[in-house]
C-alpha cells in the first residue's frame, strides 16, 4: 500500500517530463513499462555517447533535450533492435511513428523497419513498410540530400522494392523503379546488374 502510495506522489521529472511523455507511458501495461526502462538502461550501459544516465529516464530536470518524442522512442526501438527483441523494437518503431515529427526522421525509423522485417523474414511486413518509406519519398528527399552531403545515398526501401516486385513477377515494374532510383540519382551500386538481368526477364517474356 505504502508503495501505491509512494508512486501516486513521486515526482515526474526525468526524460518521460521534458518530452511530455508521462500521460503515453503511464497508459502502457507493466510489461510494455519493464521493456522501455530496460532497453533504455541498456543504452545508457552500452552506449558511452549517450548524453544520459540511468536515472535522468524519469526523475530529475531537463532542460533542452536533445531528443524528441519521436527520436527518444526510436532510439530505445533501435536498442531493442540491436539486442534482438523484434517484437519489442517493432512495437516501440510504429509507437515513434505516431509521433510528431519530420518526414526525414520517418524516413530513418521505416529504414530499420525494413531492416527488423528482412530479419524476420515477413514478406509482408518488408513490402509494408518499403512501401511506407517509398511514399514518403518526396517528403524527405531535400533533408535525406542535405544529411548526406548534397548526394543522396542508397535506399534499402528501393532496393528492395525492386526485388519484391521482380519476385511477384512484375518485371516491368521493378525496371521502372530501377531507371526512377538512376533518375533521382539515388545511390545504386548494383543499376547495371539488375538492369540487365530485368531487361533479359522481360525479353524472355516476351519472346
Known amino acids: 500500500m505504502i508503495g501505491k ?3 501516486i506522489f513521486r515526482e515526474k521529472g526525468g526524460l518521460l517530463k521534458a518530452l511530455d511523455l508521462w500521460d503515453w507511458y503511464e497508459s502502457l501495461d507493466a510489461r510494455q513499462q519493464k521493456a522501455i526502462k530496460k532497453y533504455y538502461s ?3 550501459i552500452k552506449n558511452l555517447s549517450f548524453p544520459y544516465k540511468a536515472k535522468h529516464f524519469d526523475s530529475g530536470e531537463i532542460e533542452r533535450p536533445l531528443y524528441t518524442k519521436r527520436t527518444f522512442l526510436a532510439t530505445i526501438a533501435q536498442t531493442a533492435l540491436l539486442e534482438g527483441d523484434y ?3 517493432e512495437w516501440l518503431y510504429n509507437e515513434a511513428l505516431k509521433m510528431e515529427g519530420t518526414p526525414l526522421e520517418a524516413h530513418l525509423i521505416l529504414n530499420d523497419l525494413v ?3 528482412q530479419k524476420l523474414k515477413d514478406f ?3 513490402k509494408r513498410y518499403c512501401e511506407e518509406d517509398v511514399r514518403l519519398y518526396p517528403e ?3 533533408a535525406l540530400k542535405e544529411r548526406s552531403g548534397g548526394q543522396l545515398p542508397q535506399i534499402n526501401a528501393f532496393e528492395v522494392m525492386v526485388y519484391l516486385l521482380e519476385r511477384e513477377g512484375k518485371v516491368r515494374e521493378a525496371l521502372d523503379l530501377v531507371e526512377f532510383i538512376r533518375k533521382e540519382g539515388i545511390a545504386y551500386p548494383y543499376y547495371e546488374e539488375v538492369k540487365k538481368r530485368l531487361q533479359e526477364k ?3 517474356e516476351r519472346g
Do not use: C, P, R
Request: charged share 35%; aromatic share 10%.
Open 5 to 7: 502510495v509512494f508512486q
Open 87 to 89: 517484437e519489442t523494437a
Open 42 to 44: 541498456i543504452k545508457v
Open 202 to 204: 522481360l525479353g524472355d
Open 115 to 117: 531492416l527488423l522485417a
Open 140 to 142: 524527405y528527399k531535400e
Open 124 to 126: 509482408d511486413k518488408i
